[in-house]
């Protein structure tokens, strides 16, 4: 009987014209002015710390105005690019390399999300995977977080919201084997899988290296210290779990110095990022800033800050990180945000996981 429903199932989604897979990417958001701002940072209260809806709205709206961080984010807004505008042409990009290089799983659909809002437009999780059962349709399903970290207030939130829809909208068939969804008022089944994070990937270390050797080759630009640096990060876990993180994260950093056999010392720090309301790490010793002050006091001249994990532009590496190196005076190495490089990387974790 079950092999009869799922066979039945399968047929029912052949006759709604649909992808064969269809990837889902999912981003935090980044508001377009102060006014989706406030709803942003409300929303962050209320998703993240538990904050009554009211409670929220009143500690954002008395303290916005005070964020210097924040107003030097929007008026910098403009020099930065769009970040809907950007995962267009993301998602188009990662669609063409995906027909390119893995043909077996076209035709493909690639579209993307916000947690939080960033316009009037509903950009949010839960119309996009209604979408995709009730309209669009799918066989196989891939979620990758443009986040490639594993942290509680992204990537655990977004698969958290997907789960819940999932659980509400769809029955599982066979779970013991596969993870095959059948949607429960529409004629859609597909196998559904979540990529944690990536923050693992053998093209960052390639990519830094090969930044990092262009200066270190460079008398002229040859630094004295390389910062390495995150967003501060909530691991879910234990305590070991978050220390492991944190060796991993110092593992990488090791790799990129050791294969450019450059004689120069280096730190593994972490950043608040734009919308953190109130740091409580400016004593950390893991601090970015704090170890740009602590180093240039022991004499070093030639600081280079690398931004390891952030590829996708955004309010930290437009305008709070060149911030903090214009006013420390050191350089802070840009990332890159170009398309095909991205699509291409990208394009390889979905495949690997679409082996699975």
Known sequence: MKLFFLQF???????????????????????KNLYYAKDFLSKQLIEYNKFPSFLAKFIIDKSINYNKTLSQCMEGYTESVEISNYLDKLSKGVENELTKVASYGSPYK?????????????????KSL????????TQRFVVLPLHPIYDTKTNEIFKKKIDNFMEKHTEILDNEYTNLKVAKNYPTSFDYSFINEWFNSNFITNYWYDRLE????????APDMIIFTIPYVNIPGTEKDRKEFDTIYKDICGDIIKKLGFPSPWRATFYDTWNNLISTNI???SNLISSIKEHQKKGKQSIVVVPLFDFIPSFDTVTLLPKIALEKNVKFLEPTNNIEFLSENLTKIIEKEMFN
């Open 9 to 31: 199932s399968r047929s029912l989604s052949f006759k709604v014209p649909s992808p064969k897979t269809t990837i889902l990417l999912v981003h935090n958001g980044q508001p």
């Open 110 to 126: 690639v579209k993307y999300s916000f947690n939080f809002p960033i316009s009037d437009i509903d950009y949010s999780i839960e």
């Open 130 to 137: 209604m979408n995709m059962i009730s309209k669009d349709g």
């Open 214 to 221: 262009k200066i270190c080759t460079n008398p002229e630009e």
């Open 283 to 285: 004593f950390d010793r």
